[in-house]
T-cell receptor, first 119, second 112 residues
Framework: ETGVTQTPRHLVMGMTNKKSLKCEQH?????MYWYKQSAKKPLELMFV???????ENNSVPSRFSPECPNSSHLFLHLHTLQPEDSALYLC??????????????????FGPGTRLTVL | RKEVEQDPGPFNVPEGATVAFNCTYS??????FFWYRQDCRKEPKLLMS???SGNEDGRFTAQLNRASQYISLLIRDSKLSDSATYLC?????????????FGIGTKLQVIP
């Protein structure tokens, strides 16, 4: 049972469509993330939100637009995508902070992902 | 040099074997380290965090060598169910910003 849910699980869209991916975390975490996973490439961090504020945007094209209305929900709005944007999009959440002994508690928990195909 | 490097494999090992994976990282300011497991067409799931003193969880042992900037994962007595891709994850923090970097993953196939 995952504490992070994503919808839809599969999405096929044309290059002129507008769609949104939704992520919800039920873990009480304060940080949420969007990742892109393409075949034969490592996971690529796209966006990070801490306490609803975007703290990172790793040179992601503007056709991807994140939205974080509260600490439990995260959206990724998509418009005029390209075929090379086809990938698995994963959402994750974590509790930013420090564990006793100096280690980080920043373990990330992933949702099941949305498999996106752009035609 | 890649920020996080892993041998993509595949590592094909017989049941019961011991197998070890290494992962090297380039950012000396990295502060936390993890091994994740990802099954085919599934999301990554945390296998274990990696601490400076090393840590063990059943058949799995993780170690960190900060001087040489690598982490390792040792799996003893491999089971068929261990077949998966093992992802090395490195976190660095600077000025309140977090940089999370994943390795490409090492594919393990345990064969009967």
């Amino acid at each position: 049972e995952t504490g992070v849910t994503q919808t839809p699980r599969h999405l096929v869209m044309g290059m002129t469509n507008k769609k949104s991916l939704k992520c919800e975390q039920h873990l009480g975490h304060n940080a949420m993330y969007w990742y892109k996973q393409s075949a034969k490439k490592p996971l690529e961090l796209m966006f990070v939100y801490n306490f609803k504020e975007q703290t990172e945007n790793n040179s992601v094209p503007s056709r991807f637009s994140p939205e974080c209305p509260n600490s439990s929900h995260l959206f990724l709005h998509l418009h005029t995508l390209q075929p090379e944007d086809s990938a698995l999009y994963l959402c994750a959440s974590s509790q930013r902070g420090k564990a006793s002994g100096g280690g980080s508690t920043d373990t990330q928990y992933f949702g099941p992902g949305t498999r996106l195909t752009v035609l | 040099r890649k920020e996080v490097e892993q041998d993509p494999g595949p590592f094909n090992v017989p049941e019961g074997a011991t197998v070890a994976f290494n992962c090297t990282y380039s950012n000396s300011a990295s502060q936390s380290f993890f091994w994740y497991r990802q099954d085919c067409r599934k999301e990554p799931k945390l296998l274990m965090s990696v601490y400076s003193s090393g840590n063990e969880d059943g058949r799995f042992t993780a170690q960190l060598n900060r001087a040489s900037q690598y982490i390792s994962l040792l799996i003893r007595d491999s089971k068929l169910s261990d077949s998966a891709t093992y992802l090395c994850v490195v976190n660095a923090y600077s000025g309140g910003y977090q940089k999370v970097t994943f390795g490409i993953g090492t594919k393990l196939q345990v064969i009967p």
